[in-house]
């Protein structure tokens, strides 16, 4: 394509931030209008990648530069391959579900809400398509500012603490990761990653190198033990801010660990894989046993939520193209069926103002449309097969096995501990008699519910029947990077290349 598209669909939610700016605060209707079609113009303009996406090839797509600070050899430069890509349609297709959920939850500062939202979308698309390391890191940072008062103004009772605590916890690790920006551009002399990814660092340079992007990816996936904001950001988020929050922001460490740490430091990825099998393997296990002892759902949620992540990492650092291509596969997946998840949470708590699970009980009977959405999304977070979670999970166990059978074995008992949690949360909320007088007249989802579950089911259904469709648009991003990884570590005298 010879316009810049990327460019379009990064900033044209700032253009629906200009009009609802210009709109009166006593007319929340209309803002919330000019924030639903501009975001779903934006997803639509991102089918356009999608359709005109060359799939045979892993080299950067849509490529586009331009001057910006010349004298320091820093550029805005954007473009995907196949592994940003699908980020970008996952980023672009929750923020108008988002806005839909919250069309009467959110009452106060309508305005505001809205505004927050699209800034959000443009530093969330740009981090996923920046080809600069300096442009990436300020919308890596800048994800923090409209999040942050999401969080901090719509939340809950304690939402300052939990907005200052994840505030706080991300900027330290991304103050490392700068520092070590710092040393590769004065190492290599350039900001332009498709030129680092192939720039052979010192080797006594890349473990530092490596621990400081770490210290960023590790929180912000978030990996154990660097995980404890994460509960309290979603239990006092909004609805829609958890959605974004586990959907996409999760995300963010997964990619960069596969965009900076393997390709850029694959001696120190090989070196410090058994770490990240070691913490990954304790999220899996030990968030998973946390996730069963909570009674607030958003909690359960949230840390079933890192547990996922552990399989991400997992399959990442196997270094296969099982591994790598479930780990993606994971991330995509759990973003769609964490995101409904929260929503289904959102569902009851508009209604009845409590996410304690002892509050509910035989849903079913007063609710059959919700239960069988939300058995759709519980079943698919467990991993049932015709569902996407169940193919990023077992592409990550294939790989894993071939790393290492002991990872594996140990990684599948989260699949186990996956569906006890989940199914002990079911069968609490929605199971048995409706007993409780409070729950005798509360109501089924309404049509706007329903719109915003509909591509959710449709999406997580697809990717669980026929999961091609997204692994080809990855597969030769993945083999290249793999290759390029064997490539480093074999002119470095290395003969077991996937760290095994």
């Not at 639903?36 to 586009?64: C, H, K, P, Y």
């Not at 929750?94 to 959110?106: D, F, K, N, R, V």
């Not at 907005?163 to 332009?192: C, E, I, P, Q, R």
């Not at 913490?279 to 079933?304: F, G, N, P």
Request: aromatic content about 14%; proline content about 4%.
């Amino acid at each position: 394509m010879d316009w810049p598209i990327l460019s379009l669909v990064t900033f044209l939610p700032l253009v629906g931030v200009v009009l609802i700016a210009f709109i009166p605060a006593d007319n929340p209707e209309n803002s919330r209008r000019v924030a639903l079609w501009v975001s779903g113009g934006t997803f639509i303009v991102s089918l356009l990648i999608w359709f005109n996406f060359d799939r045979t090839t892993a080299a950067m797509q849509f490529v586009e530069e331009a001057a910006w600070m010349p004298m320091a050899g820093i550029a805005y430069r954007v473009g995907i391959d196949g592994i940003s890509m699908l980020f970008v349609l996952l980023t672009t297709l929750l923020t108008p579900l988002c806005i839909l959920a919250s069309w009467e939850s959110i009452k106060v500062r309508v305005k505001e809400y809205m505004i927050a939202f699209l800034i959000l979308e443009t530093f969330m698309v740009g981090m996923f398509v920046a080809l600069d390391l300096f442009l990436f890191y300020i919308f890596f940072e800048a994800v923090l500012i409209p999040m942050f008062i999401i969080i901090g103004v719509w939340g809950g009772p304690r939402r300052i603490y939990a907005s200052f605590k994840m505030f706080l916890y991300t900027l330290l690790g991304s103050v490392l990761m700068l520092l070590a920006m710092l040393a590769m551009y004065f190492d290599a002399g350039t900001t332009d990653i498709t030129k680092l990814l192939v720039h052979d660092f010192p080797t006594a340079l890349e473990p530092w190198l490596w621990l400081a992007f770490f210290a960023s990816f590790a929180i912000k996936m978030p990996m154990w033990p660097v995980h404890t904001w994460l509960p309290d950001a979603h239990v006092e988020a909004p609805t829609a801010g958890s959605v974004i929050l586990a959907g996409v922001l999760l995300k963010f460490g997964g990619y960069g660990f596969l965009r900076f740490s393997l390709p850029m430091f694959p001696e120190a990825s090989v070196m410090f894989t058994p770490l990240i099998y070691t913490l990954s393997i304790i999220a899996v296990i030990y968030t998973s046993l946390v996730a069963l002892a909570q009674e607030d759902m958003k909690k359960l949620i949230a840390y079933s939520s890192v547990a996922h992540m552990g399989f991400v990492t997992i399959g990442a650092f196997t270094m296969t193209v099982q591994g790598v291509e479930g780990a993606i596969y994971q991330m995509l997946s759990h973003g769609v069926v964490s995101a409904a998840l929260f929503l289904i949470v959102g569902v009851v708590y508009d209604r009845e103002h409590s996410r304690e699970i002892t509050h509910y009980g035989g849903l079913v009977e007063r609710m059959p449309v919700y239960g069988i959405t939300f058995m759709l999304f519980m079943l698919a977070s467990v991993g049932l097969p015709g569902t996407g979670g169940f193919v990023g999970e077992f592409l990550v166990l294939l790989g894993a096995f071939q790393a290492n059978s002991w990872v594996a074995a140990l990684a599948a008992t989260g699949v186990i501990l996956g569906a006890v949690y989940m199914l002990y949360l079911y069968r609490r909320i929605i199971f048995g008699k409706l007993t409780k007088e409070h729950l005798s007249k509360i109501l089924d989802m309404d049509k706007r519910e329903i719109a915003v579950f509909a591509p959710l089911v449709v999406i997580t259904l697809w990717m669980g029947i026929y999961p091609s469709s997204f692994l080809d648009v990855m597969h030769v991003s993945v083999e290249n990077l793999l290759k390029h990884v064997e490539t480093a570590l074999a002119a470095a005298g290395h003969t077991n290349l996937a760290g095994r």
